[in-house]
């Protein structure tokens, strides 16, 4: 079975400031881990995902995220945020087996303030 | 760039009627898929379809759920007499491969209100 906790609901930062966007995972196998934003009346747009290949991985916006397995975290960062980062960000776990489905975490809000 | 598409963004209905939601995946994409988010909720499996079958489906998919590809684009999924428990957000996404290393691509949700 697999799971995905965010950390936080909300997360509140100033533009210019770094963000940190926490997740912890559990999976039975080999998991693949995503991050998808929702910007309001838009679809799940991916930033970035891991799949057993490097442990840090870049993705869209100057987003990053770094696996790490005896932590079992994913957590999502970035150095310096922007306005337009504000939105809703779910971390997602895939098993690598099968037609295995995608598990949600329930999201974190990213508020950015001038 | 292609995007997954849905239609109507908003449904209202009375609980007991049956609701049609629709989705048109990214062209060249094999498999498709539901998700769906009740408020304040996280976002849920509902099933999955690929070669005109059902490959999977969550325990939330039951007998009054079902999923058709009745074209080369579209993709649908009916509820046959809704609930009030129905209202939610539902995602559509599809995928070029099934397996843990294919993005699927998500559409802008359907609004689905129950009264």
């Known amino acids: 079975a697999q799971s995905v906790t965010q950390l936080d609901s909300h997360v509140s930062v100033s533009e210019g400031t770094p963000v940190l966007l926490r997740c912890n995972y559990s999976s039975s196998y080999s998991p693949s881990l995503f991050w998808y934003v929702q910007h309001p009346n838009k679809g799940l747009q991916l930033l970035l995902k891991?799949?057993?290949?490097?442990?840090l991985v870049k993705g869209i916006n100057g987003f990053e995220a770094e696996f790490k397995k005896s932590e079992t975290s994913f957590h999502l960062t970035k150095p310096s945020a922007h306005m337009s980062d504000a939105a809703e960000y779910f971390c997602v776990v895939r098993e690598n087996s099968g037609y295995s489905t995608l598990t949600f975490g329930k999201g974190t809000m990213l508020l950015v303030s001038p | 760039e292609p995007e997954v598409t849905q239609t109507p963004s908003h449904q209202v209905t009375q609980m007991g009627q049956e609701v049609i939601l629709r989705c048109v995946p990214i062209s060249n994409h094999l498999y498709f898929y539901w998700y769906r988010q009740i408020l304040g909720q996280k976002v849920e499996f509902l099933v999955s379809f690929y070669n005109n079958e059902i490959s999977e489906k969550s325990e939330i998919f039951d007998d009054q759920f079902s999923v058709e590809r009745p074209d080369g684009s579209n993709f649908t999924l009916k509820i046959r007499s809704t609930k009030l428990e129905d209202s939610a957000m539902y995602f559509c996404a599809s995928s070029e491969a099934g397996g843990g290393y294919n993005e699927q691509f998500f559409g802008p949700g359907t609004r689905l209100t129950v009264l």
């Open positions: 891991y799949t057993s290949a490097a442990t």
